[in-house]
């Protein structure tokens, strides 16, 4: 589904799926993210117990936070996972304008 999807579309004709650092998330979170625009969608029951605050998610940690986890390679691995991120948004949003 996330493939047929518009952006996705053009996502896979930009080859993104071998583009990008983590292109099943991309892929996944684009179509989300375009099916939560939508006034109704066949997904709403399962968009609606989706989180609202993502705020535990360890990407999204303060600083005070990360702090605690200092010196784990825990930490070492959500700031790469914060840069892969990164990347793929910059290279979406060049490739696929749409998706900005």
Same mark, same amino acid.
């Given at each position: 589904?996330?493939?047929?999807?518009?952006?996705?579309?053009?996502?896979?004709?930009?080859?993104?799926?071998?583009?990008?650092?983590?292109?099943?998330?991309?892929?996944? %979170?684009?179509? $989300?993210? !375009?099916?939560?625009? @939508?006034?109704?969608?066949?997904?709403?029951? #399962?968009?609606?117990?989706?989180?609202?605050?993502?705020?535990?998610?360890?990407?999204?940690?303060?600083?005070?936070?990360?702090?605690?986890?200092?010196? %784990?390679?825990? $930490?070492? !691995?959500?700031?790469? @996972?914060?840069?892969?991120?990164?990347?793929? #948004?910059?290279?979406?949003?060049?490739?696929?304008?749409?998706?900005?």
């Amino acid at each position: 589904m996330a493939f047929e999807s518009p952006i996705g579309r053009k996502m896979v004709q930009k080859n993104m799926k071998n583009r990008l650092l983590s292109p099943k998330h991309s892929f996944l %979170s684009t179509y $989300l993210m !375009q099916e939560r625009r @939508k006034d109704v969608t066949q997904f709403d029951e #399962y968009l609606d117990i989706l989180p609202k605050d993502l705020s535990c998610f360890p990407i999204f940690f303060k600083p005070e936070e990360k702090a605690w986890l200092k010196g %784990s390679p825990f $930490l070492t !691995q959500v700031e790469e @996972k914060i840069e892969d991120i990164r990347q793929d #948004y910059d290279l979406l949003c060049k490739e696929v304008p749409e998706y900005e």
